[in-house]
């Protein structure tokens, strides 16, 4: 039997959802720019909708199950039997009321997300994710702050990433940066 004192302190615990916390500066503020910001709220609460839509759908199986185990419960005669089909309906109970908290959470998270969204929508309205300068803008900034925070590190440049920067087209200003630094160490 499990002591009374545990379940209580387990109960205590916060829901398993990312904090908004999390979502703002991880999920949603790593992403360099504001059009990828806003792709990222999209494709997130996408996500977190079709995790409700398929909760839902197991939610409804299972209350069907519940049903036929109750069914079954009423014509049985043997007291163990009837305990075992009881068992198993209340395992249904809490497999439901578990996905119903786990939709709660996700809710919660896609409003946090909508915010997000409205926030940044203020500042510039969401482009095509395929248009060329969003892309541009976008890998540049990636690939900078990927760069930048090496050298900040003090650590060599990844070759890899010196690579696809030089492979942006010659308008991108981190493309010129890298070059001039590539010259400037040449020259050294």
């Given at each position: 039997m ?7 302190l ?9 904090t ?15 059009q990828?910001k ?8 996408n996500?977190?909708?079709?995790s409700i ?14 049903q036929?185990?109750?069914i ?7 007291v ?6 009881k ?23 896609i ?16 482009k095509d994710?395929?248009?060329y300068h969003?892309?541009m803008?976008?890998w540049?900034?990636?690939l ?10 003090n650590?060599?440049?990844d070759?890899e990433?010196v690579k696809t ?9 981190v493309?010129?940066?890298?070059l ?5 160490k040449?020259?050294?």
């Amino acid at each position: 039997m499990i002591d009374p004192e545990i379940e209580e302190l387990a109960s205590k615990a916060d829901r398993n959802e990312t904090t908004p916390f999390q979502i703002n500066y991880f999920l949603i503020g790593q992403e360099p720019t504001d059009q990828a910001k806003l792709h990222k709220c999209l494709q997130e609460i996408n996500v977190r909708l079709k995790s409700i839509k398929a909760a839902q759908r197991e939610i409804d199986e299972l209350s069907d199950i519940g049903q036929l185990h109750f069914i079954e419960m009423e014509k049985l005669e043997c007291v163990i039997r009837k305990r075992m089909v009881k068992r198993k309906m209340d395992a249904i109970s809490e497999q439901i009321i578990s996905l119903e908290e786990r939709m709660i959470g996700w809710e919660s998270e896609i409003n946090q997300l909508k915010k997000i969204y409205d926030t940044i929508s203020e500042r510039t309205s969401l482009k095509d994710w395929d248009d060329y300068h969003v892309q541009m803008e976008y890998w540049s900034a990636k690939l900078y702050q990927e760069l930048k925070t090496r050298l900040t590190l003090n650590m060599p440049a990844d070759l890899e990433v010196v690579k696809t920067i030089l492979a942006l087209p010659e308008s991108s200003v981190v493309r010129q940066d890298v070059l001039q630094l590539i010259s400037a160490k040449g020259d050294k």
